[in-house]
């Protein structure tokens, strides 16, 4: 919030989409996320009340202490949070073509996945991603968000990549959501090649930084190998980023353990406190 940029992006996709000028958001929505805004049924709900009560005030104590002694002064990191809640409503506009980072275009944005409830994935890394830029705030750091708020539309892949121009390094925060509700565990994907050998030697070191972090508490995926690493070249967001970046796809959303744990504050606050071990492992 501190920076002209960091309000600036959001808006201007946000203004642009209200004059019908651009779009900035993506894909039909799928069945998962189709409602625009996140409804958890109430069975789910409830059982998670009493809980959630619990969890709230062991994360309220943890908040001030887990990353004690960090100083992050004069360091800037740039945090995507994946997908934007005004998506789904806006088919046509997350569906125009944009640059790609390669030469070529691609799908502005996507709708990205939901639990078996109805969790969407956007409610989840905007969560994620609002913890660690608490985190890395109270250590010091400058933080550039790629967007401001939760019910907007985009911004585009490739606002998702240049947002991060002047930062150390970008973490883009997202789930999973493969079919099988067998499938569990995180990954870490990586542009392949880098946008430069610089920023592909720092993506490289930062993906081993976060899947090490995640792995603490997290289950690696191992369909992606050992470390959970996998290296991919159409992905629009890493192919625009200038800077070190990764995509960390925190879990399975239809793993009903995982999805347990990502519809909680407490299991967002595990996450994000992993997202922040890992950055400070990188520096
Ligand atoms: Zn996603």
Redo the contacts with the bound molecule.
Sequence with gaps: MSTSRRTLIPFLCTFLTLQGLVGCGSNPPSPESSSPSPVVPEGASESQSSGQSAEKETSTKTEKTSHAGVDLSGRTIAIDP??NGGNASHPDEIARQVPDGRGGTKQCN?T??ATDSGFP?TDF?WAVGQMLEAELEDAGAEVVMSREDNDGVGPCVDERGTFADDADLMVSI???GSESTQSKGFHVIVADPGTSDEAEDGSNRLAKAMSKAMADPFTPNRAYGKNAISRRPDLGGLNNASVPAVIV?CGEMRNPSEATMMESEAGQRKYADALMRGVVEWY
Excluded: D
């Design positions: 994946g997908h996507t990205g996945t994935e890394t997202h789930a999973n796809e």
